[in-house]
């Protein structure tokens, strides 16, 4: 008895499960698994995860839309990142920024100069200039300049701002797209066959390749924009900050709104893990404890769970509560409570009722009836504990169906539209047309993550599996 209960100890259990190579992989990615869910709840609090997820374009803005994971870069082209400059810091390298008062006139002269060096092999997503204005009746005049590296200076336009908080973007204004395409035929000695982009135009070499967008290749050096602007008032001033958009962003790139994929992918951990084990625990134990009662009492007690386990089994189970989150728009919580109560007279129920009939018939057990034990002490104390350990494995296995259950559901539209899951990631390529548009790594890096989870508590339940069955054991 004693050895026996050394073995299914936790301390026993561990050091069986170490002999096994599907134990030791299991394992390995469990731990990974938690360690980034420690990491992520203590750098990303939740409240915060939440406020960057539901913030969309806003909160992330200065971020390139739908870019490529920054390490795509070492796997072929230098595709560029992303080029900040701003002259609240100015004197920094690559910025400058000067004021001169005219006081007799009551007016500023601007220059701003933003300078960087360009060596990547794929032109820049998008260009923005943010401004920050302060004038009290007349509102700043300003010019904005493009000079590439071979010289060449562009006009790009002339910019009044209307409000203390504005967005140019470069990439759809038109008068920047008329400038640049008369620049483009003025290098080409005629029309273009098919006229570049604003970015393209920007940063394209200065030859026979400008004449499409099929050919067009980036010209590397150092590029510079400048802001010559007029300003009136004493009290008036402008500051500018050029994003000059990448197309590669941190470890998972980025969404359709910006959003770094990287929050969504961490936090999608701890929530599939709690999802995944809460769902499997607590179905399983209430499962263990109705059999139970069913398999040592009978009559009809037996009976009367043994309908209701029937009439569960044979609900469709998905379709049903594909209804329940048609209708009623679910958080994740109130989500898995649905699932609980859907599944808690499951199968499982008949199978462990058959274990329950067949120990109780042990002599012990009737031993225990004779000196007087209750049902309460015989159920907890005697049944219970022997047939734990045969259910243990199908616990841990069955975490990953739970874990894929609300991606499918996130997918179909009815997950929690705000938690920032795998199954959220999922659903929102699948929208944003990601294979379609080769945003391959849109879906592949939640679905690795998905199947990472899968593969943990898969080798380990069928070591546990191995450990519980003698007949499983390897020689």
Do not use: C
């Not at 134990?23 to 990491?39: A, E, M, P, T, W």
């Not at 005219?102 to 002269?109: G, H």
């Not at 179905?283 to 009439?311: C, N």
Request: cysteine-free; overall charge neutral.
């Amino acid at each position: 008895m004693e050895n026996a209960a050394a073995e299914y100890s936790i301390k026993g259990i561990l050091k069986q499960l170490l002999t096994y190579k599907s134990g030791v992989f299991g394992i390995s990615l469990l731990v990974l698994l938690i360690l980034i869910s420690v990491y992520t709840m203590i750098t990303i609090p939740y409240s915060t995860a939440i406020e960057l997820w539901r913030g969309g374009e806003n909160v992330w803005i200065e971020n390139p839309r739908n870019a490529q994971p920054t390490w795509i870069r070492y796997l072929g082209k230098n595709l560029p990142e992303t080029i900040k400059r701003d002259s609240t810091q100015a004197g920094r390298v690559g910025t400058i920024k000067v004021l001169t008062p005219i006081p007799e006139r009551n007016m500023k002269l601007l220059h701003i100069s933003f300078s960087f060096d360009y060596e990547y092999d794929d032109f820049p997503s998008e260009i923005n200039i943010f401004f920050t204005s302060k004038y009290n009746t007349s509102a700043p005049l300003l010019r904005i300049y493009w000079i590439k590296p071979s010289g060449t200076k562009i006009n790009l336009m002339t910019y009044i701002p209307r409000s203390q908080e504005e967005r140019l973007s470069l990439s759809i204004n038109p008068t920047v797209s008329n400038r640049l395409y008369a620049y483009t035929v003025n290098v080409l000695g005629g029309e273009p066959q098919v006229p570049l982009l604003v970015e393209q135009a920007m940063f394209a070499m200065e030859d026979e390749t400008m004449n499409s967008t099929l050919t067009a290749t980036p010209m590397k050096g150092k590029y510079e924009l400048i802001i010559e602007g007029t300003l009136y008032g004493e009290d008036s001033d402008v500051d500018a900050k050029l994003i000059v958009y990448g197309k590669v962003y941190g470890l998972a790139g980025t969404d359709h709104l910006r959003r770094d994929l990287t929050v969504a992918l961490l936090w999608g951990t701890p929530i599939a893990l709690s999802f995944g084990l809460t769902a499997s625990l607590t179905i399983s134990l209430l499962q263990l404890l109705i059999a139970t009662i069913s398999g040592y009492y009978g009559g009809k007690v037996d009976s009367a769970i043994q309908r209701l386990t029937e009439g569960y089994m044979i609900l469709p189970f998905l379709p049903f509560l594909i209804l329940i989150a048609t209708f009623y728009r679910l958080d994740i919580w109130i989500l898995l409570l649905v699932i609980i109560v859907l599944s808690v007279f499951g199968g499982g129920v008949k199978s462990t009722r058959a274990l329950v009939m067949q120990i109780k018939e042990y002599p012990y057990i009737e031993a225990a009836k004779a000196y007087g034990a209750s049902s309460k002490r015989i159920i907890l104390l005697y049944i219970i504990p022997k047939i734990l350990p045969p259910i243990v494995p199908g616990l841990i296995g069955s975490v990953p169906g739970y874990v894929f259950l609300e991606a499918a559901l996130s997918l179909l539209g009815l997950g929690d539209p705000y938690l920032p899951s795998w199954g959220k990631i999922i659903e929102d390529s699948y929208a944003g047309g990601a294979l379609y548009k080769g945003h391959y790594y849109w879906v592949l890096e939640p679905a690795s993550m998905l199947i990472l989870t899968a593969l943990a508590f898969s080798f380990l339940g069928f070591a546990l599996d191995k450990i519980v069955n003698p007949k499983l054991r390897e020689v």
